[in-house]
């Protein structure tokens, strides 16, 4: 069972198709341009950001180049030699770089906007960043258990080192230790887990071989050890998107991060998460033994029901736990922090979605993923840059440094109400379409964990509204006569064009959600590995393409 | 031109935003004056029902007027439309919105003397884009854009109580917020599954056609339904009324909802949402706050057309498209109905605060829109849309009665008040109409729902043995509430002045007058004619809805 040639090619050809991963390479070329720049151009902070937005701009045009080129030129696996894939490049992966690019560049915005004036270490905070940027862009890249543990950690590494980048706050090195600690546990635990999957699939890192594996022990000891690993996998990817109850780290390192970069890792960081676990379980979809038809009682239960209700059981426990733990905040970044888990745990429910023999077609859950990570990434952007503009101005991003914040500075109160509200989901702003979509995704799986998860994000869409009302109460309607603030016009423009692509979304989403259903489909679907009796080489009989 | 009078409104809160300050409320009153002018034109349609109402109402449920329909989202196979439309239910209540928000915005004239008299630009905008919100929700046949539409007039509400309110505005503001959101959410989740138990309905239709039309026009046959193209699930509340393969499967009981009888557990669903806007007992506790702490005239928008979304959500989407389940619900309804009659007056009765009192008074009053709808029967819908129009008028000319003494006494202390009537002789026989009005006496508008609503109630005693109690408690809701009206005239109108020599007690202005007026004219039309300015344009309707339930 090969594929045709152009759909499939093993070892490293440095022909077109290494062209899918062009933005990666960019990524890397940059990194190094910024390590070789202090020498050529010297250190300063604008110098660097420069070479650092080039870059990102580079590398903008290559996914921009990149988009659709695989529906032309085939989806590619990257495969060393006599190995199993490592690396894919579909249409899932474009789109999440380019999303991810676009936010960098944001990101990057914001820093001009900020601390360009006063960043001594810019170097540093660059690589960084984009290495970080490289880890997330991987994660979404693979299904391949070593390359996911290698993406997780090159995504992982410089996020703790950036969160705790100003040596002398205290507050920084907590959230980063606290990250780091937190890291390294659960990267042990996804590599214990990797390792048991290993093991008991007889020596694949493929993850349609660890399904079909799952699928075939249904009971018996193997059975426990291979839900023992894919815990450890779980733990390793939920550690990244923060799920309850591997959220600990995340208030401290987002309070103790400056704003770009608590903005980047409330984003970038949980979405590469969310989209690595699409593709997790994905793979368990394809490889269903059980079709609708024949889904019997015992079937579901013995093969996809534990990692659906497990999921799903994650995704409310995550939102329900994070939206009462905010209301006792007082610090708008840190109640930020838990409005992000609340809100992996409603993207969670997008990828518990596709758990059901009932949705063998993963168009559905994972469109109505993509359109949320576009829509989070505006809300969140724009929140973050007013929390962010507020915080260089008055040095505090406590609830009373908003306060009056409407009559201080309208142009970022208005914006920012815009954005909570948003991020509560109530119409008229994107916030709302983006749950819709979520829940049209469950409504149409149909299931009883469906019909659960539907009405737990509607109950949570009003337990959140509280604590997010808190700070427009506190911008709006309370006043003590502080003195009015000047912003930088670029990030009055920013946190206003976030506000108004909020609302522009709402009513004309079609487009957003059709290019979402696009990419989201014909997905890279990991099969298990065909072997060839004869030897212990194996051929890879994946990426076959629907007709 | 239906979504002119809709959205003319959120043009002119454009307008308001680049206007200079002095014009803004120039602007806002000139908006609403042409919305209600404009509005007025989807009147001669209905005019003619009187002779000829298969011309107007149709034969059966769903014939609308002014429809306007262009499709909004179609990813994912999805149909949801901007879909708008008047019938006999959405018009009366149409012209209501844009009657009130008329002389609400007149009412707000004087901004300037507010206690808080700061972002006149700000207010007025809001103002407007709540009109377009309370607009879109009647006009709204597409349940997608009548949950859009319903949710957009939150935050604007929420804002014009929050900010311009009175002291503990900020807790009245953000409880109106979360009980209103708390029955949407409901209703949100209403939404999803009846969307997709309507495309299981269809596709079921689907396959039955393709094997009754045989296997040649198989391909004909496949989405094209019942007279309709459908892709999957329909959005569209007239839909989801009329196509019987609908009907049947959300009635069946092998349709479920979390292992739960389908139709009463969305109908309670809809029903919790709907009630807390009504308000009806236990929901209503967000009411008093919200109105007393709102400005006056946000209290009579709030009484006069939001209280009024619930009702008609009851017409509009509970009972058409669940006939059954009404029958099923009836009692508890009826029960909630007369216990908010009963205990709406109670509460009235024992307040000091003049604006708490006309606020209690509302949910006692809409708690016959409740007792009306849930006995489904012709009286009980008639009655309980004209107590819904009757309270529209009558309520928001309470509020500004009330708002008028307390922009001169900056006080609302029924014990404070006293010989009103000799000081302001003009205001009191205003008063008097408005409050005798709300009472219920004959002659004026509240007289003629009640006693549609008891009639009915009695009648259904045939039917229900629970009802002749009902009927009986209901009535008694009438002697308390002439006891609370009678003796509020009495401490505030009537006896000797009381010394107050901080603030004297001018008789009422022009302006005043001019807002009162109108509803007091309007309050004795009604009375007298309930025929000629109700219920001969929105009877077809309703008697369309009781087919569908077998009871008309």
């Known amino acids: 069972m090969l594929a045709a040639a152009s759909d499939i090619w093993t070892g490293i050809d440095i022909g077109g198709q290494l062209w899918l991963f062009s933005p990666e390479i960019a990524l890397v070329a940059t990194m190094l341009a910024i390590v070789t720049a202090p020498m050529l151009l010297g250190r300063g902070a604008r110098t660097i950001g420069t070479v650092a937005t080039l870059g990102v701009l580079v590398a903008l045009a ?6 659709g080129a695989t529906e032309t030129e085939g989806q590619g696996v990257l495969t060393p030699e006599a190995g199993s894939g490592m690396l894919i490049a579909d249409n899932l992966g474009t789109f999440f770089k380019l999303v991810l690019i676009v936010f960098l560049g944001g990101v990057t915005a914001l820093w001009w906007m900020g601390s360009a004036s006063t960043e001594r270490d810019a170097p540093e905070f660059f690589i960084l960043l984009l290495g970080s940027a490289l880890g997330m862009a991987l994660m979404v890249s693979t299904t391949n258990l070593l390359m996911m543990v290698i993406a997780i950690e090159t995504a992982s590494l410089p996020s703790y080192a950036i969160v705790g980048f100003n040596k002398r706050d205290t507050k920084g090195a907590e959230g980063s230790l606290k990250y780091m600690v937190f890291g390294a546990i659960s990267a042990a635990t996804l590599i214990y887990g990797v390792s048991l999957l290993y093991g008991l699939t007889g020596g694949s890192l493929e993850i349609g071989d660890v399904a079909r594996a799952w699928y075939a022990e249904a009971s018996g000891a193997n059975r426990l050890a291979l839900g023992l690993g894919l815990i450890g996998l779980l733990v ?12 600990f780290w995340c208030p401290d390192a987002f309070e103790g991060a400056k704003t770009e970069v608590t903005t980047w890792l409330s984003v970038a960081s949980k979405a590469a998460g969310l989209l690595l676990l699409a593709r997790v379980v994905h793979g368990f979809t394809v490889n269903l033994p059980i079709t609708k038809a024949d889904a019997g009682f015992l079937p579901y239960w013995s093969s996809v029901a534990p990692l659906a209700w497990g999921v799903g059981l994650m995704s409310i426990v995550t939102c329900t736990w994070a939206n009462f733990a905010a209301y006792r905040q007082s610090n708008v970044k840190r109640m930020l922090a838990y409005s992000s888990i609340a809100h992996a745990g409603y993207m969670l429910m997008a990828a518990a979605v596709f758990l059901s023999p009932s949705a063998p077609d993963a168009t559905a859950g994972m469109s109505a993923l993509l ?9 969140n952007l724009g929140a973050f840059g007013v929390v962010a503009m507020v915080g260089w101005r008055t040095g505090s991003e406590e609830m009373s440094a908003f306060t009056g914040l409407i009559r201080r500075a309208p142009l970022l109160a208005v914006p920012m109400i815009v954005c909570l509200v948003s991020l509560v989901g109530l119409p008229p702003f994107a916030g709302f379409i983006g749950k819709w ?15 659960v998860l539907i009405t737990a994000a509607a109950l949570n869409t009003l337990f959140s509204l509280y604590y997010y009302m808190r700070v427009v109460v506190q911008m709006t309607l309370r006043d003590d006569g502080r003195p009015a603030l000047s912003i930088p016009v670029g990030g009055v423009a920013l946190v206003n064009l976030c506000a108004v692509i909020l609302c522009v979304l709402f009513v004309f989403v079609d487009p957003v959600k059709r290019a979402s259903e696009r990419y989201a489909s014909g997905l890279f679907e ?12 194996t051929v890879p009989a994946f990426a076959e393409r629907a007709p | 031109m239906l979504s002119w009078t809709i959205f003319l409104p959120a043009i002119g809160a454009g307008l308001c935003l680049f206007a200079p300050k002095g014009q803004v409320k120039r602007i806002a009153l000139a908006t609403t004056l042409a919305t209600f002018v404009l509005s007025l034109f989807l009147l001669p349609t209905f005019l003619g029902g009187v002779e000829n109402p298969e011309a107007t109402f149709g034969t059966r449920y769903g014939t609308m007027h002014f429809v306007e329909r262009a499709t909004w989202i179609t990813a994912e196979s999805f149909t949801i439309e901007y879909f708008v439309g008047v019938d006999g239910l959405s018009f009366p209540l149409l012209i209501l919105t844009t009657l009130v928000s008329f002389l609400a915005c007149w009412a707000s004239w004087n901004f300037e003397h507010w206690k808080i008299n700061k972002g006149i630009r700000t207010y007025f905008i809001l103002f407007l884009l709540l009109e377009t919100g309370m607009l879109g929700v009647f006009a709204a046949l597409d349940f997608f854009l009548f949950y859009v539409f319903w949710e957009v007039m939150l935050l604007p509400m929420y804002f014009l109580i929050g900010v311009w309110g009175g002291p503990r505005k900020e807790y009245a503001a953000i409880k109106f917020f979360l009980f209103t959101l708390a029955g949407s959410v409901l209703m949100l989740v ?52 009329t196509n019987d393969a609908i009907v049947q499967h959300f009635a069946s009981a092998g349709t479920t909802f979390l292992g739960i009888k389908f139709a009463p557990i969305m109908f309670i669903f809809l029903f919790i949402g709907f009630a807390i806007k009504l308000p009806s007992f236990p929901f209503h506790t967000w009411l008093p706050d919200a109105h007393v702490e709102a400005p006056t005239p946000i209290s009579m928008i709030l009484a006069g057309v939001l209280l009024k979304m619930g009702g008609y959500g009851f017409l509009r989407l509970c009972y058409p498209i669940f006939p059954t389940a009404g029958e099923f619900w009836a009692f508890t309804l009826a029960t909630v109905g007369v216990i908010s009659i009963l205990y709406g007056a109670l509460c009235a009765m024992a307040q ?24 489904m029967s012709a009286e009980g819908f008639q009655g309980a849309m004209f107590q819904m129009l009757a309270h529209g008028i009558s309520s928001p000319m309470c509020f500004f009665l009330v708002g008028v003494v307390y922009d001169r006494a900056h006080h609302r202390d029924l014990n404070r008040f006293g010989g009103l009537w000799l000081t302001m002789p003009k205001y009191g026989t205003m008063a008097t109409i408005g409050f005798f ?28 043995d629970w009802a002749y109690p009902m009927a009986v408690l209901a009535a008694a809701g009438v002697i308390l509430t002439a006891g609370y009206i009678l003796w509020t005239i009495k401490r505030v109108y009537l006896g000797h002045p009381h010394e107050d020599p901080d603030h004297d007690m001018p008789e009422a202005t022009a302006r005043e007058m001019g807002i009162l007026a109108p509803f007091a004219v309007l309050c004795i039309v009604m009375g007298v004619f309930p025929s000629q300015t109700v219920f001969n344009y929105c009877n077809g309707t309703l008697n369309h809805i009781l087919a569908m339930m077998g009871t008309g």
């Open chain 1, 236 to 247: 390793g990817i939920g550690f990244k998107i923060s799920a309850v109850p591997l959220h």
């Open chain 2, 352 to 375: 000091t605060d003049f604006k708490k009192l006309v606020a209690y008074s509302s949910v006692s009053h809409m708690g016959y829109v409740l007792l009306g709808v849930a006995i």
């Open chain 1, 437 to 451: 979509w979520v829940l049209v995704a469950l409504g149409r799986q149909g299931t009883l964990l469906s019909w």
């Open chain 1, 526 to 537: 990991p099969r298990p590995t065909v072997r060839v009796s004869s030897g212990d080489a």
């Open chain 2, 190 to 241: 209403a939404l999803v599954a009846m969307y997709f138990q309507s495309a299981a309905a269809i596709g079921a239709a689907m396959t039955q056609e393709t094997l009754r039309s045989g296997a040649q026009s198989a391909g004909i046959a496949s989405g094209y339904v019942l007279g309709k193209f459908l892709t999957g699930g329909t959005f569209d509340l007239i839909e989801m009324a």
């Open chain 1, 371 to 379: 359109t949320y990570i576009v829509i989070y990434m505006f809300m």
């Open chain 1, 62 to 67: 290559l996914v921009l180049r990149n988009l």
């Open chain 2, 437 to 464: 009005a709300s009472l219920g006496l004959p002659g004026l508008c509240g007289f003629i729902g009640e006693a549609w609503v008891l009639i009915g109630t009695f009648r259904a005693g045939a039917r229900w």
